[in-house]
């Protein structure tokens, strides 16, 4: 594909989850001169304003080249799909949207419940792909969430950001944590950490679900509170006083965008 038609084909990706479109701006700009990767890395954030992964790689290109941020990448979305699947195994597990780490965190479930994610319905994507893998999935209604919750030993989502009092995903996503949290189900956001930021543009098809609903945080490194996601890997958070003061902040980014945008 012509690197012309590939970055068109990102800017109008409203299916895929994060990670693949991170890794498709990452192909793209392997195929561009360096001097118009900066240029394409800003349009890819223009039409993916919550997904913060990509406003990383344009913090690393003066520091690194293509091939060793494609790596890095790489080795975090492995490892946190290797927590995962640790996680995940002989378990029945409840899922939305589509995140291409938690598709690969399921491959030893039992059962993998999956709700449609209107609007959207990218849900059926990822059932379509764990079907193709063999895995026991079954596709429901949005509105039988909490059945399948009822019903399963835990629940997994993935993450477009992940803010130091939360995390940001599909819309469902905040719903579904209640819901969980209803009947007593680990919830469970699967996330490298590539995907941390100080602050997120939000606006539908996306919502913010606060850090409380969360019972951990799947990373490369393991399962952690959001606070200790912060302390490994942001040393500056380090004290609670610097998390509530970006709390402040993203609350103030959080509602002047949701009042332009909704």
Not at 96 to 101: E, L, V
Not at 128 to 152: F, Q, W
Request: with cysteine; net charge negative; hydrophobic share 40%.
């Amino acid at each position: 594909m012509k690197a012309e038609d590939l970055l068109q084909d990102i800017l109008n990706d409203g299916r895929s989850g994060s990670s693949r479109i991170i890794k498709r701006t990452l192909d793209l700009l392997g195929l561009i001169k360096e001097g118009e990767r900066k240029e394409a890395v800003k349009k890819i954030m223009n039409a993916h304003p919550s997904m913060a992964g990509i406003s990383r790689i344009l913090e690393m290109l003066d520091k690194k080249d293509i091939g060793e941020i494609k790596r890095e990448f790489e080795n975090m979305d492995d490892t946190t799909v290797e927590n995962l699947l640790n996680l995940t195994e002989n378990k029945s597990v409840v899922v939305i949207s589509r995140s291409h780490t938690v598709e690969r965190g399921l491959d030893v479930a039992n059962k993998v419940y999956v709700l449609y994610s209107e609007p959207g319905g990218e849900g059926r994507d990822t059932e379509k792909y764990l079907h193709a893998r063999g895995i026991n999935s079954i596709l429901i209604p949005d509105s039988c969430m909490g059945y399948a919750v009822r019903e399963c030993d835990l629940v997994v989502v993935g993450a477009d950001t992940i803010l130091c009092d939360g995390f940001v995903n599909k819309v469902g996503t905040l719903p579904l944590a209640l819901t969980a949290k209803h009947f007593g189900k680990g919830f469970y956001v699967a996330s490298p950490s590539y995907k941390l930021a100080e602050d997120c543009l939000l606006k539908i098809p996306f919502e913010f679900v606060p850090a409380e609903l969360v019972d951990s945080f799947v990373c490369e490194r393991g399962l952690y509170s959001i606070e200790e996601v912060w302390n490994i890997f942001i040393g500056s958070l380090s004290s609670e006083s610097s998390i509530k003061l970006k709390k402040q902040q993203y609350h103030s980014v959080f509602l002047s965008s949701n009042s332009n945008k909704v």
